[in-house]
Structures are given as structure tokens and as C-alpha cells.
């Protein structure tokens, strides 16, 4: 496998693939649902069922207009910083799979960014009955900076009536709406902590690995 060497190739190869379809699907559900619609994907599984949010992943906020602005700027801050550090990565030859969690996590970050601060001016309100429209005459519902993400995932399935915890038993195993940049964010995130250890050592193999070698050479 040709290992990728340049930003641009992180972002062509994960980010704007991840991009793409999270806001095609966004995009799509704004567009064709009114807030509350729900539509089986997997009956019992899981389904499509339009929300927004103002806050982070899974639906998680600050209150107010002030924590919306600060969650929005805080967004925009973690994106660059994140952008920066995938370069340093690749000057540093770091591990494949850390690249590649970066990138998703980075393609998770842009895509809700997106929401946040561009879907308030160019659509206008989703409401109960109500499917919002794009540039539409009454204009859109929020500043720029300002708007909701858009959350359309939703788990349906239920612990079993034989879960051994009581208080659990009928309850949703997963209850937040999620959307395609919520789960680029975790599988990067996840995928880090699970293989952190192997991430992280190979700089210090590499590192190692080469300084045995110029010790060979300097006693050849």
C-alpha cells in the first residue's frame, strides 16, 4: 500500500469522502422531512428520524446564545487545530492508523461545523408538519454561526427482557440521534484509544531502529 504523504491526500482519501456523504445526507433529510419524521431503515434496529441540536455530538449542548456561539467558535478552533496536527503527523511519519483516525475525526469536526455555521442562513425553519426550504423568500432561521446540526440516526433496539440489570429491561440500548460526522468522530476516537499503544510506539521503533542501524555503520 502507497503510503499517503501529503495533507491534501488525508483530506481527498478520508475527509472529503466522509464530507461529502454526511452533508448529501443532511442535506437530504432537511429537505424532505419536517422535525419528528421517522422513517424503518432496519425494522427494530434502527431508523431515520430527523432532529436538530444545538450543541455537540449526540445531541449534548451549552445553553443559551452565548453557548451556542462559544460551541460553534470552539468547532471552528478544534477543526484548524486538528488540521495542523494531521500535518505534523505526516512530517513526523506517524502510524497509518493514526493518520487515518485523525482524518475521521477531522472529517467528523468539518462536517457539524458545517451545520452550525452556514444551515441558519440558507434554510429556512424545520418545524412539526413543517419541511424547511432551501433559500427560501422568508429567508433562514439564524445568523450565520448560529444554525442547528442536523441529527437523522437513531438506534431502536431495546435491552431483552432477560438483561440481568432490572432498570434496564425495555429500555433503548443507544437513545441519542446521531448523524454520519457524529460516527466519523467515534470511530476515530475509538479506534485511538483501542490501538493507542501500537499508534503511538512506532515513531519510538523507528527512532530505535534507526539509531541501531548508524551504531552498525559507525562500527563497520
Known amino acids: 500500500m502507497r503510503r ?18 454526511d452533508q448529501v445526507l443532511k442535506i437530504w433529510i432537511k429537505l424532505s422531512f419536517s422535525i419528528g419524521q421517522q422513517r424503518d431503515l432496519i425494522p427494530g434496529l434502527i431508523e431515520l428520524q430527523f432532529i436538530e441540536n444545538e450543541g455537540m455530538a449526540f445531541g449534548w ?23 495542523f496536527y494531521l500535518k505534523r503527523l505526516l512530517k513526523d511519519g506517524a502510524h497509518l492508523g493514526l493518520l487515518a483516525c485523525i482524518s475521521f475525526i477531522w472529517a467528523g469536526a468539518i462536517g457539524n461545523i458545517i ?35 442536523v441529527d437523522m440516526f437513531h438506534f431502536t433496539a431495546r435491552w431483552p427482557s432477560w438483561w440481568p440489570i432490572d432498570g434496564m429491561r425495555s429500555y433503548e440500548i443507544f437513545p ?24 503511538f510506539a512506532e515513531p519510538v521503533e523507528k527512532e ?13
Open 61 to 83: 449542548a451549552l445553553p443559551g446564545m452565548a453557548g451556542k456561539l462559544l460551541l460553534t467558535s470552539f468547532r471552528l478552533v478544534a477543526a484548524v487545530g486538528l488540521g
Open 4 to 21: 499517503i504523504q501529503s495533507l491534501g491526500g488525508w483530506f481527498l482519501a478520508i475527509v472529503l469522502p466522509v464530507l461529502v456523504a
Open 176 to 199: 441519542p440521534i446521531w448523524n454520519l460526522a457524529d460516527a466519523a468522530i467515534s470511530i476515530g476516537v475509538i479506534t485511538l484509544l483501542i490501538s493507542q499503544r501500537r499508534f
Open 115 to 149: 451545520d452550525s455555521a452556514v444551515y441558519g442562513a440558507l434554510f429556512s425553519r424545520s418545524s412539526w408538519g413543517l419541511i424547511a426550504e432551501f433559500l427560501g423568500e422568508g429567508g433562514g432561521y439564524a445568523p450565520i454561526l448560529m444554525g442547528n446540526v
Open 208 to 220: 530505535i531502529s534507526e539509531s541501531a542501524t548508524s551504531s552498525e555503520e559507525g562500527e563497520a
